[in-house]
């Protein structure tokens, strides 16, 4: 048997749905407009000649796309809609399916977008000064959820002045600060609740450790990340690790010292040695020891005063970053000292710029 040839498609396309639909009302400001066809669409027609938004104000800038899968057409806005305004979607006669068929006839369709809601502006501060700098400037930049709104800035509970974003402050003295950023819409409705950037000057910075650990070499897969006391020993041998997080500090310190809360008092006192900085404190153990990173910072000799211990350092810091220090002691009168689980005597990395 021999078939005939195969009828050409000589049927148009049909819009089957749309978002939103024809007449709908209270249209959110962001909402995709959409179609719906009946097969699959030449993509190539499908584009912001062919398919189209329009208000009594003019035609909307806007992206168009076209899902082959899903035979679905979406035109994006380039910006919100307007409050309480109709809105005309059209599709012309230009789009055509895979064999050339047009539209029967142009598709257009109309929606009304919802009424403003009066409600205050939201504001955010976006970016701004590390919580302890040694820098006399800061730089913020601020936002707010309602476009064109305006702004005002109050310094350290100053009067509130207009600003803009982004906004420097020059000259600022050493001591705590507080930045005010408050937002008002056109209709002069301001932010209740304004946005607060808070920082600190320092002619000093100091940093806690973010993580210690005791390594022990007669337990060598044991993990003391939560021990609230840290050792060096040479017999038998015991080291610690502790990192810390370095953050406005604007380049290498004139001087950077490691303190410690030492609890007893050693004829000989540790080296201490600068390491990678990629271990986890509830993991680490003697045998997943980071290596260190050259030789010894710096090696003491006899400590005999209880209390904070310095260590200089200095050498070692280079500026905003992670470092990893190891504590390690050759002598068997072994130094013990406290944690950062001891909230007060936690190690701490001092820099002076």
Request: charged share 10%; glycine share 6%; net charge negative.
């Amino acid at each position: 048997m021999v078939s005939g040839p195969t009828a050409p498609d000589e049927t148009a396309p049909a819009v089957i749905a749309t978002t939103p639909t024809d007449g709908a009302t209270g249209v959110g400001l962001a909402v995709p407009v959409s179609a719906t066809f009946s097969e699959a669409l030449a993509p190539a027609t499908v584009n912001a000649t062919t398919f189209t938004l329009s208000s009594a104000a003019g035609s909307v800038p806007a992206a168009v796309s076209f899902n082959s899968q899903t035979r679905v057409a979406t035109l994006t806005p380039s910006a919100t809609l307007e409050p309480s305004t109709t809105y005309t979607a059209t599709l012309t006669t230009g789009v055509t399916d895979l064999a050339g068929n047009p539209l029967a006839a142009p598709v257009s369709w109309t929606f009304t977008t919802q009424a403003v809601v009066a409600q205050p502006p939201n504001t955010t501060i976006l970016t701004g000064p590390s919580t302890q700098t040694n820098l006399a400037s800061a730089t913020f930049t601020f936002s707010s959820d309602v476009p064109a709104s305006t702004f005002t800035c109050a310094l350290d509970g100053a009067a509130a002045t207009a600003c803009t974003s982004p906004l420097t402050l020059n000259g600022l003295a050493a001591g705590a600060h507080q930045l005010q950023v408050t937002a008002t819409d056109l209709a002069g409705v301001a932010d209740p609740t304004p946005a607060v950037w808070s920082w600190t000057i320092s002619t000093s910075l100091a940093f806690t450790a973010q993580a210690d650990a005791l390594l022990n070499a007669t337990s060598t897969t044991r993990n003391y990340g939560t021990a609230t006391g840290l050792e060096t020993d040479g017999s038998p041998i015991r080291e610690s690790l502790v990192r810390f997080a370095v953050t406005g500090s604007g380049g290498a310190p004139t001087r950077a010292v490691l303190r410690i809360y030492v609890s007893n008092t050693t004829s000989n006192g540790p080296a201490v040695y600068l390491t990678d900085a990629a271990w986890t404190e509830n993991t680490v153990t003697w045998a997943t020891r980071p290596a260190r990173l050259g030789a010894a910072i710096v090696d003491v000799g006899a400590m005999n005063t209880l209390g904070w211990y310095e260590f200089d350092v200095t050498s070692a810091i280079t500026g905003d970053g992670t470092y990893s220090f190891n504590l390690a002691l050759t002598s068997s009168d072994a130094m013990k000292f406290s944690s950062r689980e001891v909230a007060a005597q936690a190690p701490q990395l001092v820099v002076t710029p």
